[in-house]
C-alpha cells in the first residue's frame, strides 16, 4: 500500500471568458479582491475576499434604500422639525467623533500594512488603537443620543436619525469585535504565516463602514 501524498486537485478555469486576463487589467489594490486564475484551488485569499466584497455590495444595497428613503421622506414632508425640536446638530462633540471614526480607516490600513511585512508587535499595536477608536465613537454616540431633544417616536425626523445611526453603530460594534478576535487570534504561535484573510477583510469592512458614515454625516448633519 502506497503511502505517497495524493496529488492536489487541480482547477481548471472552464469559462469562454479569459477572466485572469480581464484581472490583470485592474489596479494592484483591486486585484486583491479578485480571486486569481478565474478561481484557482489554491487561491483562498481571493475567492475569499472576493465572497467577502461581494457580502459588502449586499450591504450597501441596504443602505442604499435607507439612504433613498430618508431624502424622500425629507424632500417630501414640508416640516420635517416637530414644533420645539433642533434635530441633531453639527457639535464639535459630533465633528470630533466623526474625526476619530474615519481616522482609524488609516490606522487599521498601516496595522495591515504591518502585518503583511510580518511586524507583529507594531500590527497589535495599530490594531489595538482601532478598536480603541472604534469604541471611541460607539460610545460617543451614546452620549449624543443621550442629549439629543428628540426621541425614536418624535415624527420622521426621530424614526430615521435613530433607524440609520443605530443600524450604522450596529456595523461599527460588528467591526469592533472583529478586531478583538483577529487581535486574540494574533496571540497564537506563526497564526498569521500563512496569510491573514481575516486581518483583510476585517479591514475592508472597516473602509466601508467609515464611507457608509460619511454619507450619513453628510445627510444627517449637513443637509
Do not use: C
Not at 496529488?7 to 478555469?13: A, S
Not at 428613503?69 to 464639535?92: D, F, I, K, M, Q
Not at 449624543?144 to 430615521?160: C, P, Q, Y
Not at 477583510?201 to 467609515?210: E, N, S
Amino acid at each position: 500500500m502506497s503511502n505517497s501524498p495524493r496529488p492536489r486537485p487541480t482547477h481548471v478555469d472552464e469559462s469562454p471568458i479569459n477572466l485572469e486576463s480581464i484581472r490583470q487589467q485592474f489596479p494592484v489594490w483591486l486585484r486583491r479582491f479578485l480571486p486569481s486564475g478565474g478561481g484557482s484551488h489554491e487561491d483562498h485569499h481571493g475567492k475569499g475576499m472576493f465572497g467577502f466584497t461581494v457580502f459588502l455590495l449586499s450591504e450597501s444595497i441596504i443602505f442604499l434604500s435607507f439612504f433613498f428613503t430618508y431624502a424622500a421622506l425629507r424632500l417630501t414632508t414640508p416640516h420635517w422639525l416637530p414644533p420645539g425640536v433642533a434635530g441633531p446638530e453639527r457639535s464639535t462633540f459630533v465633528i470630533i467623533n466623526t474625526v476619530v471614526l474615519l481616522s482609524s480607516s488609516v490606522v487599521i490600513q498601516l496595522a495591515e500594512r504591518a502585518l503583511s511585512r510580518h511586524h507583529l508587535v507594531k500590527f497589535r499595536l495599530l490594531w489595538l488603537l482601532t478598536a480603541l477608536m472604534g469604541t471611541y465613537f460607539l460610545v460617543g454616540q451614546g452620549i449624543e443620543w443621550s442629549h439629543l431633544d428628540f426621541g425614536l417616536k418624535t415624527g420622521l425626523v426621530g424614526a430615521t436619525f435613530y433607524i440609520l445611526t443605530g443600524f450604522h453603530g450596529l456595523h461599527v460594534l460588528s467591526g469592533v469585535i472583529l478586531q478583538v478576535i483577529m487581535l486574540v487570534r494574533s496571540l497564537i504561535p506563526n497564526n498569521y504565516n500563512n496569510g491573514h484573510f481575516g486581518v483583510s477583510a476585517t479591514t475592508l469592512f472597516w473602509h466601508f463602514v467609515d464611507v457608509i458614515w460619511v454619507i450619513l454625516f453628510s445627510l444627517l448633519y449637513i443637509w
